[in-house]
């Protein structure tokens, strides 16, 4: 099944869809202590960071199922998402 995936830089999509946050100074330090600019790696300055999420949307912007947890822990696996785009893909 072709589709496309979409990468945010600046977060742009994830502050639309109001799954953004801003990672608290603590958070900051723990990065900083693994070495990881996450202000640099944004390209914007920001501590941003989406909640994980995955959204299926439909050729006409329709979004037909979301997956999201702002415990990055619990990630679902792909069947849901599989089944809806194979219902998209369906003649």
Do not use: K
Not at 7 to 26: H, S
Not at 29 to 35: A, L, V
Not at 64 to 80: E, I, L, S
């Amino acid at each position: 099944m072709p589709f496309t995936t979409l990468r945010d830089f600046g977060n742009r999509v994830a502050e639309a869809y109001g799954i953004a946050f801003t990672l608290p100074d603590d958070l900051r330090e723990i990065y900083r202590n693994f070495g990881i600019d996450l202000a640099m790696g944004n390209g914007d300055g920001s501590w941003r960071l989406p909640v994980p999420a995955r959204f299926v949307v439909d050729r006409g912007g329709i979004i037909r199922a979301v997956d999201a947890d702002p415990d990055y822990t619990h990630r679902p696996g792909p069947a849901t998402a599989v089944e809806v785009l194979q219902t998209l893909a369906a003649p």
